[in-house]
């Protein structure tokens, strides 16, 4: 217990940009959605089909597969470990790979999944080590014959 105050303490002060934006967030949609917690996350069910992590708050879609709580969670290990440079480094590349529709279409012609992308993989690497869960959209990768 003590441990996750703590963790939520540091995520406050080092990830302060995403969490006042989740935050601010999270208090608009809580008389609208539904709220319960995710290890130390708050999770919002919003209407929206996409999922979102800011800091330590979680919007996912409605009735949402644990799975996807997973790699949201993945991303708040993120946030945890680079702090301030998580909205240009992870939430930026994020929303312009999921928005642009000529990426979309790409990954759609080349069946290339949206998990690939670094900011998503590295998302799934983390929860897997921190929650034991899949994560939503993991793939292991293939490895070749090394040489």
């Not at 006042?20 to 608009?28: D, I, P, Q, R, S």
């Not at 919007?59 to 949201?72: C, K, N, T, Y």
């Not at 998990?115 to 034991?132: D, K, Q, S």
């Amino acid at each position: 217990m003590l441990l996750m105050r703590l963790s939520r303490v540091w995520q406050v002060v080092w990830g302060l940009p995403q969490n006042a934006v989740g935050a601010m967030m999270y208090v608009l949609l809580y008389r609208r959605c539904r709220h319960y917690a995710y290890r130390s996350a708050f999770v919002t069910e919003w209407p929206l089909r996409a999922g979102l992590s800011l800091g330590m708050f979680l919007f996912v879609p409605q009735r949402s597969p644990r799975s996807l709580l997973a790699h949201e969670y993945g991303h708040t290990l993120q946030s945890l470990l680079i702090g301030p440079l998580y909205l240009p480094a992870i939430v930026v590349p994020s929303l312009i790979w999921a928005g642009t529709p000529s990426l979309r279409r790409f990954r759609s012609s080349h069946s290339y999944s949206y998990y690939r992308f670094y900011c998503e993989r590295w998302a799934n690497l983390l929860a897997i080590r921190v929650t034991g869960e899949t994560p939503e959209g993991w793939y292991p990768r293939k490895r070749g014959p090394r040489r």
